[in-house]
Antibody, heavy 121, light 107 residues
Framework: QVQLVQSGAEVKKPGASVKVSCKASGYTFTDYYMYWVRQAPGQGLEWMGWINPNSGGTDYAQKFQGRVTMTRATSISTAYMEVSRLRSDDTAVYYC??????????????WGQGTLVTVSS | DIQMTQSPSSLSASVGDRVTITCRASQSVNSNLNWYQQKPGKAPKLLIYAVSSLQSGVPSRFSGSGSGTDFTLTISSLQPEDFATYYCQQSYSPPPTFGQGTRLEIK
């Protein structure tokens, strides 16, 4: 069965960086785009960007340009999302989500369990 | 970016009730509209895609309808496990955008 397993919770100081991993299993990793979505405490869902695991191509939401880097390691079916120059308002749960694109359009059909990143001095 | 607006933001209902949640897009998204359910401390779960198609394993008490800019999610007879937050999401035009969520609470 398809599973996305993310790395554990992190506590970081302002200005630091954090790298979250998302290990995929149960399907061919390179066949599906991976998106990253975050959710601040008590808030809604915010798209951060995506990576094409096959080519390594990426696209980032404008508000994260220059601070977010998405990469992948195909040999271990793992996607990574790094945020630099962390601020207190980056405190959120970060999710990876697999994108299914086909009949019926595009949707996020599988999600990781989420990784809480807390930014605090 | 296409803005998605849900109403109501929160809703109190009882087990067995029929509930409808509305989602409006700032411009037409054709049929590229999905619904997700999120329970506290858990990741969102895909319920409905392409307006009205049930994701595998989702109970038939969930249904979706609409087109263009106006969409609805209906739960025909609320069950205890349905109390959660629901999000609509458009995939017509990148970036994918979500509604702000509708919190469904027990009355």
């Amino acid at each position: 069965q398809v599973q996305l397993v993310q790395s554990g919770a992190e506590v970081k100081k302002p200005g630091a960086s954090v790298k979250v991993s998302c290990k995929a299993s149960g399907y061919t990793f390179t066949d599906y785009y991976m998106y990253w979505v975050r959710q601040a405490p008590g808030q809604g869902l915010e798209w951060m960007g995506w990576i094409n695991p096959n080519s390594g191509g990426t696209d980032y939401a404008q508000k994260f340009q220059g601070r977010v880097t998405m990469t992948r390691a195909t040999s271990i079916s793992t996607a990574y999302m790094e945020v630099s120059r962390l601020r207190s308002d980056d405190t959120a749960v970060y999710y990876c989500a697999r994108v299914y694109s086909g009949s019926g359009g595009v949707r996020f059909d599988y999600w990781g369990q989420g990784t809480l990143v807390t930014v605090s001095s | 970016d296409i803005q998605m607006t849900q109403s109501p933001s929160s809703l109190s209902a009882s087990v067995g009730d029929r509930v409808t949640i509305t989602c409006r897009a700032s411009q037409s998204v054709n049929s590229n509209l999905n619904w997700y359910q999120q329970k506290p401390g858990k990741a969102p779960k895909l319920l409905i895609y392409a307006v009205s198609s049930l994701q595998s394993g989702v109970p038939s008490r969930f249904s979706g309808s609409g087109s263009g800019t106006d969409f609805t999610l209906t739960i025909s007879s609320l069950q205890p496990e349905d109390f959660a937050t629901y999000y609509c999401q458009q995939s017509y035009s990148p970036p994918p955008t979500f509604g702000q969520g509708t919190r469904l609470e027990i009355k």
